[in-house]
């Protein structure tokens, strides 16, 4: 277990900047996800991590000693691949036992650290199959074990299950998660998959354009995003545009005032959550505790325990619900009149630009 600091980390290519002033403080044996789009620098930043790119500027320190300069095979790092990047022409056993070797462990204590690994990662059983009589999971699995059986301080994962399909990561990030607990190996994480990282994460950190928007709890990502960016990005939310009048700002749609002056800001946007708000047919006055927004219906989807109804307001913002099947919406044709209707402690304020902060 190792605690991980970064501080004013840059890396440049050429003149294009993929990490700007990265800072992070990752505890010993948490689990830290690094998330956002492709493109955003979280795979970066994890392999200048490794030592597999040199930083521009600032440091890494993992268990209060500096790395930098440090090789990658001196970092006391472990890194499982995307691609799993296990050796096809060895048996399981031997491409656990590879980095020990390397290492010049005795034999004795190959085997047993091996063993014990391979039980850990539930493969005992498969020791001496070759990979490819193993399916994606395992394969993985092998992975896994071939970066924790060298004991690493610090464990990086770089986008581990995207390779697998939906049902088989759902259940191998609970397994994934387990082990990880289980070891209490400090754990840096990549994914662009926001609901595999709300899962498994003990600290959730945001990028967009190698910059860092926000690291929290999942809970706190999810329920108080700190700007637009990582509102739209987790979780999806609804943007319905503001009108300034005087001291106060009111919905463009419909009208409703929903928040007061805010000092010299212009253009502010308010934030639904989709699940927090309800498409009722017809047309529904708005109340002290709950706002009401003429629109049009545009679309039903019922895919089982929930259904997703997309409306338009009268302004043109189409707006999305996920809410319990309702036979009265599911049955209305496109175009009927609807209201869509909040409760104004869901609501939530940003600047209007792309990664405009939160007003409070």
Do not use: W
């Not at 040199?54 to 090789?71: M, T, Y």
């Amino acid at each position: 277990m190792a605690s991980v600091e970064i501080t004013g980390l840059r890396k440049l290519y050429g003149d294009v900047v993929a990490l700007s002033d990265i800072n992070i403080s990752i505890p010993s044996g948490s689990f830290f996800t690094l998330l956002g789009p492709s493109g955003c620098g979280k795979t970066t930043l994890l392999r200048t991590i490794a030592g597999f790119h040199d930083q521009n500027a600032g440091q890494i320190v993992i268990d209060g000693k500096s790395i930098e300069g440090l090789p990658a095979h001196r970092r006391d790092v472990g890194m499982v691949f995307q691609d799993y990047a296990i050796f096809p022409h060895i048996s399981v056993r031997e491409n656990v036992a590879f980095g020990l070797k390397q290492r010049k462990v005795a034999a004795s204590e190959i085997t047993k650290r091996v063993n014990e690994v391979l039980e850990v990662v539930q493969l005992g059983a498969f020791a001496d199959r070759m990979p490819h009589e193993l399916s994606g999971g395992q394969q993985q699995r092998v992975g896994l074990a071939r970066a924790i059986v060298i004991r690493p301080k610090v464990l990086l994962m770089d986008e581990p299950l995207s390779n697998l399909d939906a049902r088989l990561r759902v259940d191998l990030r609970a397994e994934l998660r387990r082990i990880q607990r289980d070891l209490g190996i400090t754990t840096v994480y990549v994914t662009h998959d926001q609901e595999e990282a709300l899962a498994m994460s003990d600290t959730v950190c945001v990028m967009y354009q190698g910059v860092i928007q926000q690291a929290a709890s999942p809970l706190d990502i999810y329920l108080r995003p700190a700007n637009k960016f990582v509102a739209t990005f987790v979780g999806g939310n609804n943007f319905l545009t503001l009108t300034k009048s005087d001291s106060q700002y009111a919905l463009t749609s419909g009208g409703a005032t929903v928040l007061g002056a805010q000092q010299a800001i212009q253009e502010i946007v308010c934030a639904i959550r989709p699940e927090t708000l309800r498409v009722t047919p017809g047309t529904v006055a708005a109340t002290e505790t709950e706002i009401a927004v003429p629109a049009r219906l545009s679309d039903v989807s019922f895919v089982g325990r929930e259904m997703e109804v997309i409306a338009t307001t009268e302004q043109g913002e189409t707006v999305k619900s996920l809410a319990r099947p309702d036979p009265a919406i599911i049955a209305l044709a496109p175009g009927s009149p609807v209201t869509i209707c909040a409760k104004r402690s869901d609501l939530a304020f940003f600047e209007a630009p792309e990664c405009g902060g939160r007003i409070t």
